[in-house]
């Protein structure tokens, strides 16, 4: 075994760091030739998982390999065979990550390879291809592509919810529009823990056959309903409080306050407006967590031209679309923020 006692941690840590597009694409190719799923009922040699991937079994073997490096899998005899965090990549898993993983490596890596230029010109992705982050959107629909982001959506809202069930007091609340919310993972888990509230999902009509499919298969069918509609035209009346998740940090400030100031319309002076968001803080920190938050803003600059904001940030956007922040908690990887008609 080679000794690495003398090397400096930092130049390994960085180097580390720079590498760190190839994790990406070992997990990417793992997660889709579905080796995870290849591996939920047992041990198998790379002999077995080439004849059910139809991979090239030398290179399938170099790849596990790296999956073992990664803590994803353990190799005993000609044997592979998944761990815990291994298994969060299988489709089967509860809160599987193979959408994310798929989205990242199918999507993401190719846009910020463009990174340099979205910093020297302060133009997003879309801009610099001449499109709007509407257009992006639309786009995304009319190709496969948007299957791909809509279930990592599904993923990521998937592991979010619990802690956005926990965090919030949700019990005052008799009726519920999710906008913007896809195939309504966030607003089935609140009315799993609500069973007398009534709920709602605002979004395209592509999320149509989704969002009704994960209310039959979650029971939700008869409490909740799917509307056809953009949060850019109107928001439905009728509810106690709206609830946005990821929705805000899509857009710059100009498109972000004429979706709040829509949901504004749509609520009487007592109702609640709930955002489901990262909260940038004043002064990040070398900490995973403002890691996180600083990448997400990174990618929504290269997305449709968002950005994580700042307490103050979301204060200032809230009062220009007709709200007053009222309190905000912390919801393990996101936070609840609560926003009073002002």
Not at 28 to 38: E, M, Q, S, T
Request: with cysteine; hydrophobic share 45%; glycine share 10%.
């Amino acid at each position: 075994m080679a000794n690495h006692e003398s090397a400096d941690p930092s130049l390994t840590a960085l180097l580390d760091m720079i590498a760190g597009h190839r994790l990406t694409a070992v997990i990417y190719v793992a997660a889709r030739l579905k080796i995870p799923d290849l591996l939920d009922d047992g041990p198998k040699t790379a002999a077995e998982l080439a004849t059910g991937t139809e991979a090239h079994e030398p290179s399938l073997r170099r790849l596990l390999r790296a999956l073992v490096t990664l803590g994803l899998c353990t190799q005993q005899g000609d044997k592979f065979e998944l761990k815990a965090m291994g298994r969060l990549l299988s489709g089967n898993a509860r809160q599987s990550l193979r959408p994310w993983a798929l989205f990242e490596g199918q999507l993401l890596v190719q846009s910020w390879a463009s990174l340099l230029e979205s910093i020297r010109t302060g133009k997003t992705a879309a801009e610099l291809s001449g499109l709007t982050g509407d257009e992006v959107f639309e786009q995304m629909a009319k190709s496969g592509i948007a299957d791909v982001f809509n279930r990592a959506m599904v993923a990521f809202t998937r592991i979010v919810a619990p802690a956005v069930v926990t965090a919030y007091d949700f019990s005052g609340i008799s009726r519920l529009i999710d906008v913007g919310g896809g195939h309504g993972e966030l607003v089935c888990a609140i009315l799993s823990a609500h069973p007398s509230m009534r709920g709602a999902i605002l979004d395209l009509p592509q999320c149509a056959e989704g969002a009704r499919r994960h209310l039959a298969e979650t029971g939700m069918g008869a409490r909740c309903e799917f509307i056809a509609g953009s949060f850019f035209d109107s928001v439905p009346p009728g509810a106690d409080a709206l609830i946005m998740k990821s929705i805000i940090h899509d857009w710059d400030d100009a498109r972000s306050v004429k979706i709040l100031t829509n949901c504004r319309r749509a609520l009487t002076t007592t109702g609640k407006l709930l955002l489901v968001e990262r909260v940038m803080p004043d002064a990040p920190e070398a900490d995973a967590e403002d890691r996180a938050t600083a990448l997400s803003d990174l990618n929504m600059l290269r997305g449709p031209g968002g950005c994580e904001r700042t307490e103050g940030q979301f204060r200032s956007l809230l009062g220009q679309g007709g709200f007053r922040m009222a309190r905000v908690f912390s919801a393990g990887l996101m936070n609840v923020i609560e926003a009073a008609c002002a």
